[in-house]
């Protein structure tokens, strides 16, 4: 097995010769049996263990052969003694949980604190079968078939090509002293289970099982890269960005298959789960225009041409304006507000507001447009709601929820960014004006 571990860290380029690493130790076979390949092939190497407390007597003397190991060969180790059960108590999960929580916090304490290049761990073959057939028990997609990477960040798994069965058979070879846990031939956790009853009955119904199941686990995760490629690609295609929205049009779904599928890789990273993505789906098939769906900080609508993800809106609280202030900062930017008693130049600019400041009753409120406000534009005598000028003006339902106005009394003088009311607009009898104007961002 040697000369194989040899020429696959090589062929993965997995360590570098002049780097040191942390491998995580427990005593066991296959820490044990990695620690006795990773010395003998050169690798510098430290060893980090963690006496969990949890087998009495058991638990010291699996700490004290790691660390005899260690000191032998005048390999470094660092040793921590856990409260795993105060642990688990304290933050109400399991003792495999805290377990693993506290495995690796202190695997990555050692490696910052002693500037080591990786944190290496025994997952081999068998745990590989394992992962991945938990993952389909707990209802996975395609990427849980992956299983385990080789490498993923910091950590390093070098011997997932290798069963077991290799490693006894290796250890054996050399000699190798390990210690057996007990708790792993108990078949009262779920990955046990799978191991000594779930997996050993599977590889029963034909000789080339295992073989077989690795061959299919691998080919299924080069498709998962191809489907990826072309979940990119299908992206590129059809997203569009605009004023901080991301916009994607219903043609985008014309002809094509698995639509929750995609919706799911589209919207994954902005956390939507595979439930909202399946239900978003369904809605597709009978538009509604303005149903929508949220994430804890994004939400997803069916606008009138396609579907638009933007930032969930943060409350916004009625803020006043007394006479004479100078700024007004909003979410969407800031503005100066100018009180003058002439004027230079009309500016018609709509992200501006130029008011009879005679006309304006204070303190001035800014606040969310509601269902049911209504104004005159300037240049119209009649009244319209807001919810139709807002429609006229193809203003995104995305952003309609974010549109705010300007209150004078209870009429309102200007719907922000967008156009005053006729009712506010200066004249040849103004004589105090109030000038407001977006700051360039």
């Given amino acids: 097995m040697y000369d194989s571990f040899i020429s ?24 044990m049996a990695l620690a006795h390949l990773l010395h003998t092939a050169g690798i510098q190497i430290e060893l ?44 109400g999960i399991s003792i495999q949980m805290a377990a693993r929580e506290i495995r690796y916090q202190f695997f990555e304490e050692v490696r910052k604190t002693h500037n080591l290049s990786g944190i290496v761990v025994a997952h081999h073959e068998d745990d590989q079968l394992e992962t991945i057939f938990l993952n389909l028990m707990r ?9 385990m990477s080789e490498r993923r960040g ?33 078949s009262d956790y779920k990955r046990n289970k799978l191991r000594l009853q779930g997996l050993p009955a599977l590889y029963q119904v034909d000789p080339d099982t295992k073989k077989n199941l690795l061959q299919s686990f691998g080919k299924l995760k080069d498709t998962g890269k191809a489907f990826f490629s072309l979940v990119e690609l299908w992206k590129s295609q059809h997203l569009q960005e605009q004023e ?18 995609l919706l799911f890789f589209w919207l994954r990273p902005y956390g939507f789960n595979s439930s909202q993505a399946q239900e978003l ?28 993800l933007h930032s969930s809106p943060s409350p916004f609280p009625p803020l006043q304006i007394p006479f004479g ?14 009180w003058l008693s002439e004027l230079d130049h009309l500016d018609q600019n709509p992200a501006h507001a130029l008011l009879d400041a005679a006309r304006l ?77 977006k700051n360039q961002s």
């Fill in 48 to 91: 980090a263990h963690v006496n969990f407390g949890l087998r009495d007597s058991e638990s010291d003397r699996d700490e004290e052969l790691v660390k005899k190991w260690a000191r032998n060969r005048h390999i470094p180790v660092h040793v921590h003694r856990a409260e795993t059960i105060e642990w688990a108590n304290t933050k």
């Fill in 361 to 437: 009753e204070y303190p001035l409120q800014v606040r969310v447009w509601e269902e049911g406000d209504r104004f005159n534009p300037l240049g119209m005598s009649s009244e319209k709601k807001i919810s139709d000028f807002l429609i006229d003006n193809k203003v995104s339902l995305a952003l309609k929820s974010s549109v705010k106005v300007l209150v004078s009394g209870n009429k309102i003088a200007w719907v922000i960014g967008m156009r005053i009311a006729e009712w506010a607009k200066v004249g040849p009898s103004t004589q105090k004006y109030l000038y407001i104007k």
């Fill in 244 to 261: 901080g929205l991301i916009l994607l049009p219903y043609t985008a779904f014309s002809a094509v298959q698995g639509v929750a599928t």
């Fill in 325 to 338: 202030t100078q700024s007004l900062a909003l979410p969407e930017g800031s503005y100066r507000l100018d």
């Fill in 8 to 31: 696959h860290i090589q062929q993965r380029k997995l360590f570098e010769p002049s780097k040191s690493y942390l491998l995580a130790c427990s005593g066991g076979l296959d820490s």
């Fill in 154 to 186: 910091e950590l390093i798994r070098p011997l997932l090509p290798f069963s077991r069965a290799q490693l006894a058979a290796y250890a054996e070879e050399v000699l190798l002293a390990w210690r057996e846990d007990r708790s792993n031939a108990a």
């Fill in 139 to 147: 209802g996975t997609g395609i990427e849980g078939l992956y299983g």
């Fill in 281 to 308: 789906a369904d809605h597709l098939k009978t538009i509604k225009i303005g149903a929508y769906f949220r994430s804890s900080q994004y939400q997803v609508s069916l606008d009138r041409e396609g579907l638009v």
